[in-house]
Every structure is written in structure tokens, then in C-alpha cells.
């Protein structure tokens, strides 16, 4: 795998051994990134990276929060509880030389701590067809990581059924061959 844009393109980042962690491809991971940086999100959002707090919840190898920092976000928390996807996120993050703009968190989502400081991007990529997404939402606007008007983005499986609250509003859906990537717009709990 690699960066697909920004200071570290072309930087390669590794992937646990096994199929326990499901990295976000390149293909799709450069699609989403021409989204967010060319998609008008409104003047709530503005630019959806640049100097944005990011949270990669899910977060596997790192690859969309590295991903994010690559390409002008300032600072990326990242929850994790495999060990394998730890050691994996641990050495790409050194790897890169970004320990300090970046906190990785090896919780279950589910007991997430109390932010430190709320999130403008939220990336969630967790296992598919397991309702993850709608639970770890619940947490983490709760534990406050969540900014008003952040912007969430969803992976899921083609087709897979994501329903979040009436407190965000669907921006988009594309589908890249199995994976449907989803933009929100937090607007608040």
C-alpha cells in the first residue's frame, strides 16, 4: 500500500499479515481524498482537510488518517484494539516520522475516553455488515470527538444499510467495486 497524495506520496505503509485487518485500497482511498478535497461541502465545512483535527476510528494500518495528515490535516487520533493493526499503525506512523502530530489510542471504540479536543473529519471503516458504525457514532458523541459540522465518512460494504441520526445530513455515496463510501455532515447532537 501507499500514500496516494500529498508530502508523503508514494510513501509505502504496511498491513498486518492475515485478514483480520481490511485496508482501505489505494483506488478507493484516492478516490475518496479527490472527493474530499474538490467536493464544495458549504461554508460550515469549508476545506474538509487542511488544518483539520482527524479521527480514525476502525483505524487498521492508518492508512486514511496518514492519509489525511499527508495531505495538510494537523494533528490525527487513532483508535485501534487488534494488536497486529497496532504494531502495523505504530510502524507506519514511525516510519513517517509523525509521532508528533498524531495519538494512537489501543482501545475497542466502545470505551472511548473523553476527547481531548473534537474531531472536524471522522473516518469509520470497521468491519462490514457488523452495525459498527451507527454503535461507535453513539460513543463518540458522547465522549465529545465529534465537532459540530465535522464530516463523517463511512465505509461499507456495496449495499450495506447505514442509517445515522437526524443529527447529520447525507452529503454523498460512491461505490468502488464492493466498497459504497459515505460523506455526513455532523451538524450536532
Known sequence: MRITGGTFRGRTITAP????????????????????????????????????????????????????????????????????????????????????TTNVMPIDIKRAPMA????????????????????????????GWIAPHALLVCETSKGEALTLPATSTHHLTRTYGDTDVHFWEWVGS
Open 17 to 100: 499479515d492475515g485478514l483480520d485487518t481490511r485496508p482501505t485500497s489505494d483506488r478507493v482511498r484516492q478516490a475518496l481524498f479527490n472527493i474530499l478535497m474538490h467536493h464544495e461541502w458549504g461554508e460550515a465545512i469549508g476545506n474538509a482537510i487542511d488544518g483539520k483535527v482527524v479521527l480514525d476510528a476502525f483505524a487498521g494500518t492508518g492508512a486514511l488518517g496518514i492519509e489525511a495528515l499527508s495531505q495538510g490535516a494537523s494533528r490525527a487520533y487513532f483508535f485501534e484494539k487488534d494488536r497486529k493493526a497496532l504494531d502495523a499503525l505504530n510502524a507506519n506512523i514511525a516510519a513517517l516520522k509523525l509521532q508528533k
Open 116 to 143: 481531548k479536543e473534537p474531531a472536524a473529519l471522522v473516518f469509520f471503516d470497521p468491519p462490514y455488515r457488523k452495525g459498527l458504525t451507527e454503535a461507535a457514532l453513539q460513543t463518540l458523541s458522547t465522549q
